[in-house]
């Protein structure tokens, strides 16, 4: 079956411009995951959601960032007024939940001029 | 806070046998995870631990001790295509979110 999709794969933007970020899960899968990752470094967590519970927010560096997630589906990782430090991949992965492995997509990289 | 500590990078020569040591203290443990990453390619699974002892996959073992807060991935025979970066993550609450270390990269030689 058909894996996480991430859209675009690549982003340019300019310093202050808004960006959004899309992710289909694999269908079934309950739980939704944004992580970032920085050349050379490890994957920073952003948000989370699960179900139909209130979303974890607790890795989102600032209120410059929100995300969504319609129907229990598809998510949006939206960032606002985009500062060069935001430059990464972000990565979204889909699990079944507790002790489920997660399935990344291939990311999207997004570069801030 | 949260760490996972694992070495930067480790070097081995096709054929041989690599130990990726991870080592956390993390506020809530539900379980430790590895993943490979290639260059330019998302994380995909390898293993998971959530009880003491060794699991093993093929040429791919895991090893946990939770009150050592200690965890290894050994990587048997090693291959050229098993050049790449290898994360440690922690499940830190009953819903599967994880915590990532740094990454070890392994660099296989001929």
């Known amino acids: 079956g058909a894996g996480v999709s991430q859209s675009p794969s690549n982003k340019v933007t300019e310093k202050g411009k808004d960006v959004e970020l899309r992710c289909d899960p694999i269908?079934?899968?309950?739980?939704l995951y944004w992580y970032r990752q920085s050349l050379g470094q490890g994957l920073e967590f952003l948000i989370y959601?699960?179900?139909?519970?209130?979303?974890?927010k607790s890795g989102l560096p600032s209120d410059r960032f929100s995300a969504e997630r319609t129907g229990g589906s598809v998510s949006t990782l939206t960032i606002q007024r985009t500062q060069q430090e935001d430059s990464a991949v972000y990565l979204c992965?889909?699990?079944?939940?507790?002790?489920?492995?997660?399935?990344f997509g291939n990311g999207t990289r997004l570069t801030v001029t | 806070g949260q760490n996972i500590d694992q070495p930067t990078e480790m070097t081995a020569t096709e054929g041989a046998i690599v130990q990726i040591n991870c080592t956390y203290q993390?506020?809530?443990?539900?379980?430790l995870f590895w993943y490979q990453q290639h260059a330019g390619e998302a994380p995909t699974f390898l293993s998971y631990?959530?009880?003491?002892g060794l699991e093993e996959k093929g040429r791919f073992s895991s090893f946990l001790s939770r009150s050592k807060g200690y965890s290894y991935l050994l990587l048997k025979e090693l291959q050229m295509k098993d050049s790449a970066s290898y994360l440690c993550?922690?499940?830190?609450?009953?819903?599967?979110?994880?915590?990532f270390g740094a990454g070890t990269q392994v660099v296989v030689t001929p």
């Open positions: 992965a889909s699990s079944l939940g507790h002790a489920s492995p997660l399935h």
């Open positions: 269908s079934g899968h309950t739980a």
């Open positions: 959601f699960q179900g139909n519970s209130a979303p974890d």
């Open positions: 993390t506020s809530g443990f539900n379980g």
């Open positions: 631990n959530v009880l003491d």
């Open positions: 993550a922690v499940s830190t609450d009953s819903w599967g979110k994880l915590q």
